[in-house]
Every structure is written in structure tokens, then in C-alpha cells.
């Protein structure tokens, strides 16, 4: 480790001197970036899209976002050939299992083996997998996750995570149980993970509260308690729809397939929102995510999000996450009106279809939309001057996709995108990946840590 460092340092002083443009003006007390040339594609709808644009960050906030921006002070990141945007926000994501990857195949393996390994994690082993996760989120452009948490046998564990997410420089919503051993959580107990949050969270970092196992009749007590302490968001997997009469706009349906019309309708007048799992969902067997039914039921999109789940069985990829949204939702708008003509075998829609849920609406649900789930849509989702600095450059000049400014960008995008185009990743004002890597990560020490820590859960375990 301390050769690692050395290295870096010799590397950040030759860049020193050989850039004068570049890192030596922002060492000069300078606390500014500026994203020069890219195609901007804010998500504001103030601002709209900027075919080529700047966006200047100061102290971890956006402070300008137009054509052309002075700032002389400030390091300069050539977005040539780049798309500008938010960062992506995901919604729901047990992450302490990531360092599981390759062992579940289905569904019936991943509840097999979350119960028989978890009694056989150490606060280190949750620390590892919390740690991998994350950075393969930063490394995909997600800058926002929500962690639901699965395992919170004591605060060690939970101090593990939170200490996880936030070395990793996510910005972050952290779950916590409402029910540990059968019993009830108490307000002390959150009030020691918002005390620990506000002295080691970087401003990044935030609690949610996990109704699962939550019986029917303490939902209220329980759900009282998160809106007390001003917790966001306060939800089961199911969104509380059991206890329609107790839940509200803090809590979130995951995954979606099932969904009946009436759920819907409840999701809409209570101002519901929606975690889809849109790889995991068909990968399960489970069903595609219904965004067909979702919107033409009346769900705002700033309601809807896409989520990681599991990241153990399927790839953390924002770009691959919003395609399955969006193919999806063409299949199920096809379907369901039997629009089309003919072809072979197929039905495929008539000339002129207008489609449901287009490209930039899935764009939408993956940035500002996770951001309204989370509670978070004063802070991030768009590229708007006072919100902090969470902002990704996309590599259109690489050979999956063509640099052009004049096509459809967010098609580009979610059809072609990947996890290897994101070049840049800046949260809270913080660069964390450059050029295609992250900054300051020892990725095969993160890579091997995930892996013996697999290993030693398994043969603790004996499986
Ligand atoms: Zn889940």
C-alpha cells in the first residue's frame, strides 16, 4: 500500500510541473472544475440540452451550467466528444451481498444463500462487499445509491457499511432495520447512526428506514418513528401497500412485475414511488419491469427509478438497466393496444407510434428520478447552478458509439451505452474517476479483498 502511494504522488508531482494549465492553477487555492466543450444534457428543463456547453463546480456545487464559461482559476476537464449529464441515481441495492457474485444462480439460490452465509459475515466481510459494490456503482457513473441493508445484528455491522459507503465517496442513503431480532428499533438506536452519520458522513450520506418484518399493526408506530427523526425513505419492499392507510410519499414498490391495476391506483393517490429491478426481475423469472403499466396508470416518471438489487447476479450498468426499462415498455405498449402491422410473425408498431417512455424519460428516471424516490431531488438528479456537484462525462468517441452532436444523444445512450464509456465521475465536487479510472483505488486490492472474503465466509460456512 505504501508503494501505491508513492507512485501516485510522483505521478500527481511530474504532472505538476508538465501541466501548468491544468493542476497547477488548482492548486493555487482555487477550489474550482470546469467541464469545457461537451454535449450537455442537464435533465433541467430550464436549461435543456446544450449541444455544446460548460459546466463550472465550485466547492462541490454547480455553479454555472451554459454555452461558455470564464473561470480562470479553475482545473480544467475537456469534454470534447463527451456527454455532459447527472450522475445516476439507483433506489435499492442489498449491497453486503455483491461479494456473493457468481455463486446464486436464481432466486431460490440467492434466499438460500443470503440466510445460510450471513451468520458467517464478520463487520469486515460487510465492510468488503459494501466497499466493492461502490465503487463498481462510481465506476458505472451511479453516484447515489441507496444501501438496504439486510444483516443489522449489531452497530458494528452497520458502522461497517455507513464507514464503507462513505470512504468509497458515494453520496448515499443508508437502511436501517426497523425490526432486529423480532424487536422493534428504537429511536435511540437511530439516533446513534444519525449522530455517527453527522459526524463522519461527509454531508453524502443519509437514513432510510426498513419496514420489512414489520407486522401489520406496528406499521404506524414504526412508520411514525422515521417521520419523527425525518427519515426518507421509510418503506417495505412492497411500498406498505399492505397498510395503505399508514403509507405515504416516503415509501417505495420495489421490483413492479404483479402489479395490479388497483395497487396502482392507491400508488398514485399516495404519492408512492417505484424501485424497479429491471435486470434482475427477467434474470429471476420474475417478469419484465412494468412501465407500460406504471405510466398509463398514471405514475409520474419522477416517480419511477431503476435499481441494482442484486448486484451478485446481475452487472451494476445504468445504461443496460434503463435499455430493459425502455424495451420493455415498447413490448408492453405493443401488447397492450395491439398497435402494429404484420411482419412474419411479428407484431411491430405502426409508422408514427409514439412511444410511452422514450429515452430521455428513461434518462429521466435514472438521474432526477431516483433523486425524487430518495428524497435527494433538492441536492442531485440534474445539472441545475445549487445543486451539489454530482456529475458524470460519457465518452461518445469510442467505437460502441459516434461522437456526433446532432442525433438522437439519449438514444445513443441508453441503447449503446456502458460502463467503459463513463470517463468521468465527479461527486460532491470530488473527481473519482478520470480518463476511464478511478482516482486513488487500488482496484485489485478491492477486487481480492471481495474475493477472500467470499472465500472465508464460504469455507466458515462450509459451503
Ligand atoms: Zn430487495
Known amino acids: 500500500m505504501q508503494m501505491y502511494i508513492k507512485t501516485r504522488l510522483t505521478v500527481f508531482a511530474f504532472t505538476l510541473f508538465a501541466s501548468p494549465m491544468g493542476f497547477a492553477q488548482s492548486n493555487s487555492g482555487s477550489n474550482e472544475i470546469l467541464l469545457q466543450g461537451g454535449y450537455v444534457l442537464s435533465m433541467d428543463n430550464d436549461i435543456g440540452d446544450l449541444a455544446s456547453g460548460d459546466v463550472l463546480i465550485r466547492d462541490g456545487q454547480i455553479i454555472e451550467v451554459s454555452a461558455s464559461i470564464e473561470a480562470p482559476q479553475a482545473q480544467i476537464i475537456d469534454a470534447t466528444g463527451m456527454v455532459i449529464m447527472p450522475g445516476f441515481v439507483e433506489t435499492h441495492w442489498h449491497m453486503w451481498e455483491s461479494s456473493l457474485r457468481g455463486m446464486a444462480n436464481d432466486a431460490a439460490e440467492y434466499f438460500y444463500y443470503s440466510q445460510v452465509l450471513a451468520p458467517h459475515y464478520t463487520p469486515e466481510d460487510f465492510h468488503a462487499a459494501v466497499k466493492y459494490a461502490a465503487l463498481d456503482a462510481i465506476n458505472a457513473g451511479i453516484t447515489t445509491v441507496h444501501n438496504w441493508a439486510g444483516v443489522q445484528t449489531d452497530f458494528e455491522i452497520v458502522q461497517a457499511e455507513m464507514r464503507a459507503l462513505v470512504e468509497s465517496g458515494l453520496r448515499a442513503k443508508m437502511g436501517y432495520l426497523a425490526v432486529i431480532r423480532e424487536e422493534l428499533t428504537e429511536e435511540a438506536e437511530l439516533s446513534r447512526a444519525i449522530n455517527w452519520i453527522n459526524e463522519n458522513g461527509e454531508q453524502r450520506l443519509g437514513l432510510s428506514l426498513l419496514l420489512d418484518g414489520v407486522q401489520a399493526e406496528q406499521m404506524q408506530t414504526a412508520t411514525e418513528l422515521g417521520r419523527t427523526l425525518k427519515l426518507w425513505p421509510i418503506t417495505d419492499h412492497s411500498g406498505g401497500l399492505g397498510t395503505p392507510e ?61 435499481s441494482v438489487d442484486v448486484s451478485a447476479q446481475t452487472p451494476v450498468d445504468p445504461f443496460a438497466s434503463l435499455r430493459a426499462m425502455v424495451n420493455s415498455a415498447r413490448m408492453q405498449q405493443v401488447q397492450a393496444n395491439q398497435v402494429g402491422v404484420t411482419a412474419g410473425t411479428l407484431i411491430i408498431p405502426a409508422p408514427g407510434t409514439e412511444w410511452i417512455f422514450s429515452y430521455r424519460d428513461a434518462l429521466l428516471t435514472g438521474t432526477y428520478g431516483g433523486a425524487n424516490v430518495l428524497g435527494l431531488a433538492d441536492q442531485t438528479g440534474s445539472l441545475t447552478p445549487g445543486k451539489r456537484a454530482d456529475v458524470i462525462m460519457v465518452n461518445m468517441n469510442m467505437i460502441n458509439m459516434l461522437p456526433l452532436t446532432d442525433v438522437d444523444i439519449p438514444m445513443q445512450l441508453v441503447q449503446h451505452g456502458l460502463p467503459a464509456n463513463v470517463d468521468t465521475v465527479i461527486i460532491d465536487g470530488h473527481i473519482r474517476k478520470l480518463n476511464g479510472e478511478l482516482v486513488d483505488v487500488d482496484m485489485q486490492r478491492v477486487i481480492n479483498e471481495a474475493a477472500q472474503s467470499q472465500a472465508g465466509i464460504r469455507s466458515r460456512a462450509g459451503e
Not at 420495489?254 to 388497483?262: A, C, W
Not at 400508488?267 to 419484465?288: F, H, Q, T
Open 246 to 306: 399508514v403509507s405515504g410519499e416516503e415509501f417505495i414498490v420495489t421490483h413492479g412485475p404483479g402489479l395490479t391495476p388497483e395497487a396502482i391506483e392507491i400508488m398514485v393517490e399516495k404519492d408512492i414511488k417505484v424501485a424497479l429491478s429491471p435486470l434482475i426481475d427477467p434474470m429471476i423469472g420474475g417478469g419484465l419491469p412494468p412501465v407500460y403499466a406504471l405510466l398509463a396508470g398514471g405514475i409520474p416518471l419522477e416517480n419511477i427509478s431503476f
